[in-house]
């Protein structure tokens, strides 16, 4: 199935690696889904590659043969986005639709396009052609530690993370290791999260710049990551702001005017604001996060949407539908269409302890049964057809249902929260899953 990301796509992860896509949650060891890789079965790093080699990887190669071979076939490496169109019945115009669709909507010329691709490759799938869209991620510097992530996307943490694994390693591929100033005792930030540092990048992010039409950075927490604003300085000097269309996942935590005065010069602005829940269930979840915080700054967004004539929009405030949302769903879209902004559902798939399809299928049935008393929400319909499709004793793993259990008792001791008390329709569900 033909994806833009696969053609003229560049996707760089916190610690400068490249991966395919940023959404492709594929676990399966045998895809190596976090690593693309070069001829020579070498992992490929965005300072040590070309981004010739980078846009030609295994990864890249493997799925544009299949998409020139046969058209309608998706590759596993991109089964959320399969997932994603099923449950919304492949309706392009459906408000959850997937990112595949999403991003050919917003890079509409006819470079490379659903009728244009199959002549672009070689016999080999290599193709000659600079990223028209960049995926980037500058380190894991954020003010957040939500509980379905981890050290490699957030340094806050570093603490936890090693007081419940008892280790200081993380991160798939090459591992980061993280260590304490001795005369601090504060972590250093390791190298490999600080590679937009080294001075062969910035040379290379230019070779970019004339050809870049779209740009999507999440973290970290973008806004409070200086690289993201040098980043729009230089193409604003450069005047090829003007060309770029911007996408953020961003917790809304760090919303400036000056960032938004930069905003004015690119082409348009898409920001996806990380909700999860409300009040004190946000709170837990995204933990250290202000739910009062949070709605000051939609506010100021939707502001600043007024004053842009829709130049910088809000695109959607999501929610990643997972355990501890389980009965969330209907509240968050609620409050959503009172303040009047869409309201997405993403579904997450790992850590698969956080995963509702690790659930049993009493608890899934029990979930269906939930969803069904709401017939107008689009987002009950298409939960009721992910679980649906997620009902197999097959995708049941009781240890992970356990495992959710203590990790979330161990937050309650390490952050002062009571999950069971902010959460008890999921601690039923959850009470209901291990005696099953």
């Known amino acids: 199935m033909f994806c833009k990301t696969v053609w003229n796509g560049l996707h760089i992860l916190p610690d400068g690696y490249i991966r395919l896509c940023s959404i492709g949650q594929n676990i399966n060891p045998e895809l190596d889904m976090q690593r693309c890789r070069d001829k020579f079965g070498n992992v490929m790093h965005i300072l040590t590659h070309s981004i010739y080699d980078i846009m030609n990887s295994d990864k890249h190669r493997e799925v544009r043969l299949l998409n020139a071979k046969d058209p309608a076939a998706w590759s596993p490496h991109c089964d959320c986005c399969e997932n994603r169109e099923v449950i919304t019945n492949y309706d392009r115009n459906h408000e959850n639709t997937s990112r595949r669709v999403y991003l050919m909507d917003i890079e509409n010329d006819d470079t490379i396009s659903e009728t244009t691709y199959t002549d672009k490759i070689d016999k080999h799938g290599n193709i000659d052609v600079m990223p028209s869209s960049l995926d980037i991620?500058?380190?894991n510097l954020c003010n957040q530690?939500?509980?379905?992530?981890?050290?490699?996307f957030s340094n806050l943490w570093y603490d936890e993370f090693v007081d419940i694994h008892k280790r200081t390693d993380f991160g798939q591929g090459e591992k980061v290791n993280i260590?304490?100033?001795?005369?601090?005792?504060k972590w250093i930030e390791p190298n490999e999260l600080r590679w937009f540092e080294d001075p062969r990048w910035w040379p290379k992010f230019e070779t970019m710049m004339p050809y870049l039409k779209h740009i999507y950075i999440t973290g970290g927490e973008p806004m409070v990551t200086p690289a993201h604003d040098i980043m729009l300085d230089r193409l604003i000097e450069s005047g090829y702001a003007k060309n770029i269309w911007l996408e953020y996942d961003t917790n809304c935590s760090a919303v400036n005017d000056k960032i938004a005065q930069r905003w004015h010069h690119f082409k348009q602005i898409d920001i996806r604001g990380s909700m999860d829940a409300i009040k004190d269930q946000y709170e837990i979840i995204r933990f250290p996060g202000n739910w009062d915080k949070f709605q000051k700054n939609v506010k100021k967004l939707k502001q600043y949407e007024i004053e842009s004539n829709g130049k910088i929009r809000i695109k959607a405030l999501?929610?990643?539908?997972q355990i501890s949302t389980a009965y969330s769903i209907i509240e968050s879209e609620e409050w959503c269409k009172s303040i009047d902004v869409d309201f997405h559902v993403r579904f997450l798939e790992g850590p698969e302890f956080h995963s509702a399809a690790s659930l049993p299928p009493i608890a899934k049935l029990k979930l269906i049964e939930y969803y069904r008393q709401y017939p107008d929400s689009i987002k009950a319909k298409i939960i009721i057809q992910y679980l649906k499709n997620k009902i197999g004793k097959e995708f049941h793993k009781p240890i992970c249902v356990e495992n959710f259990v203590d990790f979330m008792n161990y937050l309650d001791k390490s952050r002062n929260t009571n999950w069971r008390k902010v959460f008890p329709e999921v601690s039923n569900l959850i009470d209901l899953s291990i005696k099953k």
């Open 137 to 139: 991620r500058f380190g």
């Open 179 to 185: 260590v304490k100033d001795p005369k601090t005792n």
């Open 318 to 321: 999501t929610t990643c539908f």
């Open 145 to 152: 530690k939500c509980i379905m992530c981890n050290p490699a």
